[in-house]
């Protein structure tokens, strides 16, 4: 059984200096993207294209797109194997191609995230789930680039009380 999900965000430009598009060089890239209910996002172009480097670009926020999506999956399938994650963070990198004379596309993402988890017994299990997660994230179904993943899992650090000495 199919179910749809459907998804509404607006972005409005807000880069017009006075002239519109009267020239390449003429107009602001800035846009700002809403969603009911949520803090607006500042986006601009990439500073490559003439964009603030100061916003939020459509290549970091695909990126963040495909990273958040692999950590919420990932999640999810812990859980539902009985590892307790007690940290996660993802330095995700990607690479886009330019095509002359203009465009362009996505070759590649690569995932890099760091689990923690509590039971040192589950490290190997831990690790294995990313195939799982990988599989059930929406996004990466979404592209037509391969999403690679670098995982490392390792265990929570406990530290006792200090002893006095």
């Not at 993207?33 to 670009?57: C, E, L």
């Not at 362009?104 to 890099?112: E, H, I, K, W, Y």
């Not at 190997?124 to 990466?140: K, N």
């Amino acid at each position: 059984m199919k179910t749809a999900h459907h998804y509404a965000v607006r972005l409005a430009w807000t880069g017009n200096r006075g002239t519109g598009t009267s020239g390449y060089r003429e107009y602001g890239r800035e846009h700002t993207i809403t969603s009911a209910g949520k803090h607006p996002i500042d986006g601009s172009a990439d500073r490559t294209f003439h964009g603030n480097a100061d916003r939020w670009n459509p290549e970091e926020l695909l990126l963040t797109a495909l990273s958040q999506c692999h950590m919420l999956s990932y999640l999810h399938v812990a859980v539902r194997h009985g590892v307790t994650v007690v940290a996660y963070t993802d330095d995700a990198v990607g690479t886009m191609e330019q095509l002359p004379p203009v465009g362009g596309r996505f070759t590649s993402a690569t995932l890099r995230p760091r689990v923690t988890i509590s039971d040192p017994s589950q490290l190997d299990l831990a690790q294995s789930l990313h195939a799982e997660a990988a599989r059930e994230c929406f996004i990466a179904a979404s592209v037509n680039f391969p999403v690679g993943h670098e995982a490392m899992t390792v265990p929570e650090v406990v530290t006792g009380p200090e002893s006095a000495d």
